[in-house]
């Protein structure tokens, strides 16, 4: 399976200018016959906005709409972070929408960053697991993936692929560089980890986004600057380097 993933700036709360950018990614993916394409946390309408619960969307609302009328152009699905708005709740959310424009999963965050997100958004009480072309795939966002017991209860469920929209910030640059490679091959599963480059605010983002390999390589991995990363996901791995962890555990 090919899969793509998107490093850009922040639209900062520019609808326009956000669906130009994931228009030009998603018809570059498709073009090249990824199944789908990996876009950051919050990327609508921006992750570091100021006023995310006025501009936070419901599910099934006008910004997938767009993304669904843009998948079925480009033929090439997409996981993306956005504001979704539940009533009086904001949960920090991402959904999945195939190459037919259908959405075939949807998550809430359950690990909130900082007294920032725990005081916009409420937090997610489950996990989500999808088929995606014959794999079973699954959604984290960003703070998410840090935590190992999370990579092992999706791994358990029989995920080998997690696709993780971010928004990671400096000076955090060892989590696409260390701890989202160990958390792959610790766990024997594939996690593709798509973030903002750029600032937005008062934010720096760390840029660095990383496929890692549940085989201890990192497939691809960008800079500091905007990257739209296309790779081949092999249809099997030597079992000599895949962990045997959740095998040989011994509980005391």
Known sequence: MRLALLQAPSPAADDEAA????????????????????????????????????????????????????CRAAGCGIVIGYAERAGERVYNSAIAIDAAGREIAHYRKLQLYGPR??????????????????????????????????IAALADRGASLILCPTANMLPYTHVARVTVPAMAVNHAVTIAYANFCGSEGDLDYAGGSVIAG???????????????????????????????QARDLRSL
Do not use: K
């Open 19 to 70: 669906f130009a950018t994931l228009a030009a990614a998603l018809n570059a993916a498709g073009a090249m016959g990824a199944a789908t394409l990996t876009a950051p946390e919050i990327y609508l309408p921006g992750y570091n906005q100021p006023d995310i619960p006025a501009r936070a969307q419901p599910r099934g609302g006008a910004w997938h709409q767009r993304l669904a009328t843009l």
């Open 117 to 150: 997100e725990n005081a916009i958004y409420t937090v997610g009480d489950a996990y989500t697991l999808f088929n995606l072309h014959g794999r079973t795939a699954a959604l984290l966002i960003c703070y998410d993936v840090e935590f190992a017991p999370h």
């Open 214 to 244: 549940p085989d201890g390589e990192i497939i691809a991995q960008a800079g500091a600057h905007p990257a739209l990363l296309v790779v081949d996901l092999p249809a099997a791995y030597d079992p000599a380097r895949m962990s045997t």
